[in-house]
């Protein structure tokens, strides 16, 4: 019998499965899919994730495997022009954007390096409960044979269209419906920095990565999706070139390096994230619109956070209840404004105040690195408002 069962073996299963394993605990991660395999990802981590990188003692695997440092920003809209660097923190300053299959490799192998049991190719199809109703395992199928695993504990890190929170009934507790479809293709040899660029109705950003390779996504409004996906090739193009024609140049005469890929499938929703004998972290019980690429970021921070609640209440079952239920409410606090601040980005709208303060910030660098800051979750948006601010606005 497990201590723990983590269901995901991705940026929130697997550091989970980590930093329970560090701290004595038995654990089995499972995953569907092989070791290092790809999924669609805007592949951003922002500053307190690469923080927590490096206080698990990863964030030096991220940059042996020649993922370039995000150190700045450029934000175009309208006649406003923002450029420069976040603040940082924990000594961060950079983020960094590594290609999925190098980064959830680096993850999975530190889990297991830290004592966790890992399989891959394990898909579950059921859980076990006692006559309580309170669950105490899974049921798994791997290469057509069927298993089942026992734990205190079942966790699910499998993503938005979860199979554990399915199997547990995990109730909504906030929804909001689709606002942009996104799709994204990676470039060869396209020198960037992380840059985002916005019109109304539109949003595209680039983002360097592996491998001298950029990543150059287009959002567009929900409704559009299915105009946009009979011919996405020329829709994603056209954005581009309308949005962020500067950007659009530097592609000339560039290669494709991969397909283009696409998604209108992006939910904005809380679930609760805990219940007798189980929990959710990451996409799993909470997901938002990619447009502010804070989804491993998120899943880093939901991972520490369920571990540090949890990791002293296993000797009882009261205790390990009351914990989970702490660790909702803090999940809660801890993703409130940036689901916020997506779902006002994925509005694709330039409000006038809006961009009244961006005028009024681009001119000063201290308000400029604050609003990056703010960007990347590294402070909250009232941090922005200082009597500087106020004064220009």
């Known amino acids: 019998m497990f201590d723990v069962i983590v269901v995901g073996a991705r940026c929130a299963g697997s550091p989970t499965a980590m930093l329970l394993a560090r701290a004595g605990y038995r654990v089995l991660l499972l995953d569907r899919s092989e070791r290092g395999s790809d999924t669609l990802s805007t592949h951003v981590i922002h500053q307190p994730g690469v923080a927590a ?26 006649d406003i022009r923002l450029e420069g660097s976040s603040g940082g923190m924990d ?30 190719r394990c898909s579950v199809t059921g859980l076990l409960r006692d006559d309580s109703g309170r669950v105490q395992g899974v049921r798994v199928r791997h290469r057509g044979r069927d298993f089942t695993e026992r734990a205190r504990l079942v966790i699910g890190a499998d993503g938005m269209r979860s199979t554990v929170a399915a199997l547990c009934d995990a109730p909504y507790t906030q929804q909001t419906p ?29 983002v360097p990565t592996n491998d001298d390779a950029t990543l150059v996504l287009a959002y567009f409004p929900q409704s559009s999706f299915e105009e946009v996906r009979a011919d996405a090739d020329h829709a994603y193009l056209e954005q581009i070139r309308a949005t962020a024609p500067a950007l659009y140049e530097r592609l000339q005469g560039k290669r494709r390096t991969e397909r283009l890929r696409g ?34 970021t998120d899943a880093f921070l939901q991972a520490e956070s369920l571990v540090e609640y949890i990791s002293d209440g296993f000797a009882d079952q009261g205790d390990l209840d009351a914990a989970l239920r702490a660790y909702t409410r803090n999940r809660d606090d801890l993703m409130a404004e940036g689901y916020r601040a997506a779902l006002s980005a994925a509005q694709l709208e330039t409000h006038p105040k809006r961009l009244s ?25 009232t941090a922005l408002y200082t009597p500087r601010l106020l004064a220009r606005l």
């Open 53 to 78: 990188l490096a206080r698990w003692g990863l964030l030096d695997r991220v940059r042996a495997s020649g993922c370039p440092p995000l150190d700045r920003v450029l934000y175009e809209v309208e």
């Open 91 to 120: 000594g961060q300053r950079a983020g960094y954007a590594p290609r999925r299959h190098l980064l959830d490799a680096i993850l999975a192998d530190a889990a297991v390096e830290a004592g966790a049991e890992f399989r891959s």
């Open 178 to 206: 689709r606002l942009t479809c996104a799709y994204y293709a990676y470039w060869e040899q396209v020198p960037t920095l992380l840059e985002l660029y916005e019109r109304p109705g539109a949003w595209v950003a680039s």
């Open 263 to 296: 998604t209108g499938h992006q939910e904005n929703f809380f679930r609760c994230a805990t219940g007798p004998g189980w929990a959710l972290v990451g996409d799993a019980g909470h997901h938002k619109d990619s447009i502010t690429a804070r989804g491993i």
């Open 357 to 381: 303060l961006l005028r009024a910030v681009q001119s000063d660098p201290e308000l400029t690195s604050t609003y990056f800051d703010v960007f990347a979750g590294i402070k909250p948006t």
